[in-house]
T-cell receptor
Framework: EDQVTQSPEALRLQEGESSSLNCSYT??????LFWYRQDPGKGPEFLFT???AGEEKEKERLKATLTKKESFLHITAPKPEDSATYLC????????????FGTGTRLKVLA | GAVVSQHPSRVICKSGTSVKIECRSL??????MFWYRQFPKQSLMLMAT?????????EQGVEKDKFLINHASLTLSTLTVTSAHPEDSSFYIC???????????FGEGSRLTVL
């Protein structure tokens, strides 16, 4: 069964304290792995797409990496405004459009 | 990135009434749109998938007669919650994709409160 698991469930960091969020996946075939940021009461905001193992994408303090089993979202020197829930989703080869979402990591960055 | 607009952002209605939520892709043609429901501190729960001009595909456990989905054009999909009850109160979010390369873009979400 296709599955996406995110860890940790929640993370509290001091401002400037770098860390990584994990997204592990078990799917029959990967068509893409996506990272989103969601603020309370808002829809998810697209961050990155990764398609193949070894691929990396960067945007400001965020860097996403992908292996054959998992993806990491590295946050370097986070600021309080980085506080949000980060969602990972996988598009599988099952069916035309099938996206499986993880349960998210709630990140809180303290000033 | 592509823009998806969802309206209204908040709606309060009385039990038994129907509510329509619109989802528009503003700068791309959305071949497929998805509707999600999200409970507090939980992830997205897929309700249905809709393709322009065809009937929506509902996930198991989602009542198609209660949650009517119409994808009339390549830029507009609507979700109508019929005969709403307090248990239908939730955060509803739509997303859209143009197909390639496959990113999903989300609307801002609609908070429904049924009194």
């Amino acid at each position: 069964e296709d599955q996406v698991t995110q860890s940790p469930e929640a993370l509290r960091l001091q401002e400037g304290e770098s860390s990584s969020l994990n997204c592990s996946y078990t799917v029959s075939g990967l068509r893409g792995l996506f990272w989103y940021r969601q603020d309370p009461g808002k829809g998810p905001e697209f961050l990155f797409t990764l398609y193949s193992a070894g691929e990396e994408k960067e945007k400001e303090r965020l860097k996403a990496t992908l292996t054959k089993k998992e993806s990491f979202l590295h946050i370097t020197a986070p600021k309080p405004e980085d506080s949000a829930t980060y969602l990972c989703a996988v598009r599988t080869t099952s069916g035309t459009y099938k996206y499986i979402f993880g349960t998210g990591t709630r990140l809180k960055v303290l000033a | 990135g592509a823009v998806v607009s969802q309206h209204p952002s908040r709606v309060i209605c009385k039990s038994g009434t129907s509510v329509k939520i619109e989802c528009r892709s503003l700068d791309f043609q959305a071949t497929t749109m998805f509707w999600y429901r999200q409970f507090p501190k939980q992830s997205l729960m897929l309700m249905a998938t809709s393709n322009e001009g065809s009937k929506a595909t509902y996930e198991q456990g989602v009542e198609k007669d209660k949650f009517l989905i119409n994808h009339a054009s390549l830029t507009l999909s609507t979700l109508t919650v019929t005969s709403a009850h307090p248990e239908d109160s939730s955060f509803y979010i739509c997303s859209a994709t143009s197909g390639m390369p496959g990113e999903l873009f989300f609307g801002e979400g609609s908070r429904l409160t049924v009194l």
